[in-house]
C-alpha cells in the first residue's frame, strides 16, 4: 500500500493560531509509506509532530530508518529539522536527499548553517543518529523492493525538486514551491527593446517547461500541488515568487490522468474559513462543476479535489 499523511501542509511561515486550527498552521512535511518504508518529504515545523508521533509508535518495533526527502532549502521546509526526535537517537539511520545547490553549498553545509551555535544550542556533529545526505538532480532513484523515486526541476527561485514516488502500480507526486513558467522576453512590438525571434523562442521553452511538468503527473494517483493563490491574487503582484494559483495546479493535471489533486502550501494568511469556502467552489462532482470558471473544466470530473489539513491520509 501506497499513502500519505500531512504533517504540515502551510508556506513561508509557521501561522499558529485561532484562523488555522482545522487546516493547521505547521509548515511542509508529508510522511509517505510504501507498506512498512518510511519517506518523509520536506522538514518544515510539521516534521516535529511526526518525529514524536514515531517515538510513539514505530521506534516499538525498532530503530527509525527512513528515507527524507527535502525538496528545497528555504527555511519554511527546512524549519523543523533540529525538533524532529529521531536525529537524538544512535539507532537512527536518516537518508537525507536535496536537490544541489547553486552556490556550491551541499546539503549538509545548510543543514549545518541553521545549526550554528548562533541560531540553535545543539550542532549537527552533536546529533545523534546516523546521518547521510545525497544531492541529485532530474534524476531516478531505486530504493530497492519496487519504491522508486523520480525528481523534476520545478519553476521556483532556488533549485526546486518536484518528486515522483512509485510503488506496485501507484504513485504519488509532489509538485509545490512551483509556479507556471512563462516567457521572459517582452511581447509588445512597440518596445524598444523588442525582439522578435526571442519572444517567438521564450514562449516556445516556456510551453515546453510547462509540458514536461504536467507529463510528470501522468496518471499519478496523488499530485500534490501548490496552489498557495487564487488567480487574482496571483496576478496581484505575486509573479515570480515560485507559488501556482489554484487554477494553474487544475489546469496542469487536467489532461493527465490524475486521481486525486491535492491542494498545498496554504499562504499563512488564508484562515480556515477561507479555505473551506474554496474547497467547495473549486471542487468537481461527477455531476459537474460546482461553481465559478470550473464550468470550463469539465474533464477533471473524474479527480477528487482536496484540500491538503494536517492529520489528514490519502491512500493511492
Known amino acids: 500500500m501506497l499513502s500519505v499523511r500531512f504533517w504540515g501542509v502551510r508556506g513561508t511561515i509557521p501561522s499558529p493560531g485561532a484562523a488555522t486550527i482545522i487546516f493547521g498552521g505547521n509548515t511542509a512535511c508529508l510522511e509517505i509509506r510504501a507498506d512498512e518504508r518510511l519517506i518523509i518529504v520536506d522538514l518544515?515545523?510539521?516534521i516535529r509532530l511526526l518525529?514524536?508521533?514515531l517515538i510513539a509508535n514505530d521506534f516499538k518495533k525498532g530503530p527509525i530508518d527512513a528515507d527524507i526527502f527535502v525538496t528545497h532549502t528555504h527555511w519554511d521546509h527546512i524549519v523543523g529539522f533540529p525538533l524532529f526526535a529521531p536525529l537524538f537517537i544512535p539507532s537512527s539511520r536518516l537518508r537525507i536527499w536535496g536537490p544541489i545547490s547553486s552556490e556550491g553549498e551541499t546539503l549538509k553545509d545548510i543543514l549545518s548553517m541553521q545549526l550554528a551555535y548562533k541560531f540553535w544550542?545543539?550542532?549537527?556533529?552533536?546529533?545523534?543518529?546516523q546521518l547521510s545526505y545525497g544531492q541529485i538532480q532530474e534524476t531516478t532513484l531505486d530504493l530497492g523492493n519496487g519504491l522508486i523515486v523520480k525528481s523534476k526541476y520545478l519553476n521556483h527561485p532556488i533549485f526546486?525538486?518536484?518528486y515522483r514516488f512509485e510503488y506496485r502500480g501507484k504513485s504519488i507526486v509532489t509538485a509545490y514551491d512551483h509556479e507556471p513558467f512563462i516567457n521572459l522576453f517582452l511581447a509588445d512590438p512597440n518596445a524598444p527593446d523588442y525582439d522578435e525571434e526571442a519572444m517567438e523562442e521564450g514562449a516556445r521553452v516556456a510551453a515546453e517547461e510547462n509540458k514536461k511538468i504536467a507529463a510528470f503527473f501522468k496518471n499519478a494517483d496523488i499530485v500534490i500541488h501548490d496552489s498557495q493563490y487564487t488567480e487574482a491574487e496571483y496576478h496581484q503582484g505575486k509573479h515570480g515568487w515560485g507559488h501556482s494559483p489554484y487554477e494553474h495546479a487544475i489546469a496542469n493535471i487536467r489532461d493527465a490522468g490524475v486521481k486525486n489533486l491535492v491542494f498545498f502550501h496554504h499562504d499563512p494568511d488564508t484562515s480556515d474559513e477561507t479555505l473551506v469556502q474554496r474547497e467547495k467552489d473549486y471542487q468537481i462532482k461527477n455531476d459537474g462543476p460546482s461553481s465559478g470558471f470550473l464550468s470550463k473544466?469539465?474533464?477533471l470530473k473524474h479527480t477528487s479535489v482536496i484540500m491538503a489539513k494536517e492529520n489528514m491520509t490519502i491512500i493511492a
Open 121 to 129: 544550542p545543539i550542532r549537527l556533529t552533536e546529533l545523534s543518529a
Open 160 to 162: 526546486c525538486l518536484g
Open 51 to 53: 518525529g514524536n508521533y
Open 44 to 46: 518544515g515545523t510539521g
Open 297 to 299: 473544466l469539465n474533464k
